[in-house]
């Protein structure tokens, strides 16, 4: 779901780049059928993804690496302890990019995203936290894929309208009248 949303937000915004989605289950598995209907409320078909598993090389060659989950980003400081400074949770660089404040008009984004990191301490990442941690929707009802759809697109929306510029949230097409 993030993927699909980043990637169209980066689009809306002008912003070149390419936006990859990687994990840490099995290869080669299609979406749950909750996700491509969450998806399709936005637009966004993702039936024909299918999952990969993240690597170091992934990781390595990433200018950014967002985790839905603080368990996520320890996975891949092991695997690749160099990217340890481009390697947020969604939720994490959202707070701190804030707090920091927008990238300046011309600013490379490697810049700003080395203030974002400026004063992390890697003990952070032990534990769980609804503060920095996405809730993966999986196995529960289809309105938490929606839930979790709706907040994925509000954090996307901010985090692009940080490093990237002013653009909207997708608001998602409801069925129904009224």
């Not at 980003?73 to 927008?102: D, N, Y």
């Not at 993966?136 to 839930?147: A, C, E, I, R, T």
């Amino acid at each position: 779901m993030a993927q699909a949303l980043l990637a169209r937000k980066l689009a809306e915004a002008g912003a070149a780049g390419s936006v990859h989605s990687a994990g840490l289950l099995r290869a080669g598995e299609p979406p749950p059928r909750e996700v491509v209907a969450a998806m399709a409320a936005y637009r966004l078909d993702v039936a024909a993804h299918r999952s990969r598993v993240v690597s170091a090389a992934d990781l390595s060659a990433a200018d950014l690496v967002l985790a839905m989950a603080r368990e996520q980003v320890r996975h891949a400081v092991v695997i690749a302890p160099a990217a340890w400074p481009r390697i947020f949770t969604l939720r994490e660089l959202v707070r701190r990019g804030q707090e920091i404040g927008p990238r300046a008009p011309g600013q490379p984004v490697a810049e700003w995203l080395a203030r974002i990191h400026q004063g992390r301490d890697r003990a952070a990442l032990l534990g769980d936290s609804p503060a920095d941690d996405v809730a993966d929707p999986m196995g529960g009802p289809p309105q938490g894929y929606l839930v979790t759809a709706d907040l994925l697109d509000q954090m996307i929306s901010r985090l692009v309208e940080l490093g990237w510029g002013r653009i909207r949230p997708c608001a998602p097409r409801r069925s129904g009248s009224g």
